[in-house]
T-cell receptor, first 114, second 112 residues
Framework: KAGVTQTPRYLIKTRGQQVTLSCSPISGHRSVSWYQQTPGQGLQFLFEYFSETQRNKGNFPGRFSGRQFSNSRSEMNVSTLELGDSALYLC?????????????FGPGTRLTVT | AQSVTQLDSQVPVFEEAPVELRCNYSSSVSVYLFWYVQYPNQGLQLLLKYLSGSTLVKGINGFEAEFNKSQTSFHLRKPSVHISDTAEYFCAVLYNNNDMRFGAGTRLTVKP
């Protein structure tokens, strides 16, 4: 099976702009989670989607939003970008209803806000 | 609130020496435990996992970890490290089947 893919891999945006990141999970995985990784804060959970519904949410402002489509692909949107949003954004998918439980991560999207 | 604590942010070690990366978690009825590794500019890769059964689990690249329920710990060990083991290591706990928490990470640096 193909792994988790994320597009784009690198992105440079200006403060105030908005950005959309995309994640395609492993085939058959219905849970998709998003994380923000920065040197200072480490790996922080943004939200999880399962069957097109947000199931869990981390402690991020409303500028961060997401959605999941019927094919389990997910997008994450950040509006009104701030310098502090510069980070590696990781997507992870997980099989639900099975017995493996672990998350499989994509390579990430490196977002730089100038 | 559920939490995962990695006790060391950085661990420097010489090549071929043993290493232990420590992880403690807040207790819960249902937990599944994982260790992930992240190499520069890459996503996280699963090293090993504990779901049930034997408390000593073996993973890839010669790593192993021991689940200790009474101490709520899941420490990662390797008897002899290589330069290529230099990376960031994350401990993760899945609570109640749907709440995955990660530790802050431990940067392992293997020196020649």
């Amino acid at each position: 099976k193909a792994g988790v893919t994320q597009t784009p891999r690198y992105l440079i945006k200006t403060r105030g702009q908005q950005v959309t990141l995309s994640c395609s999970p492993i085939s058959g995985h219905r849970s998709v989670s998003w994380y923000q990784q920065t040197p200072g804060q480490g790996l922080q959970f943004l939200f999880e989607y399962f069957s097109e519904t947000q199931r869990n949410k981390g402690n991020f402002p409303g500028r961060f939003s997401g959605r999941q489509f019927s094919n389990s692909r997910s997008e994450m949107n950040v509006s009104t970008l701030e310098l502090g949003d510069s980070a590696l954004y990781l997507c992870a998918s997980r099989e639900t209803g099975g017995s493996s439980y672990e998350q499989y991560f994509g390579p990430g999207t490196r977002l730089t806000v100038t | 609130a559920q939490s995962v604590t990695q006790l060391d942010s950085q661990v420097p070690v010489f090549e071929e020496a043993p290493v232990e990366l420590r992880c403690n978690y807040s207790s819960s009825v249902s937990v599944y435990l994982f260790w992930y590794v992240q190499y520069p500019n890459q996503g996280l890769q699963l090293l090993l996992k504990y779901l049930s059964g034997s408390t000593l689990v073996k993973g890839i690249n010669g790593f192993e970890a021991e689940f200790n329920k009474s101490q709520t710990s899941f420490h990662l060990r390797k008897p002899s490290v290589h330069i290529s083991d230099t990376a960031e290591y994350f401990c993760a706990v899945l609570y109640n089947n749907n709440d995955m928490r990660f530790g802050a990470g431990t940067r392992l640096t293997v020196k020649p």
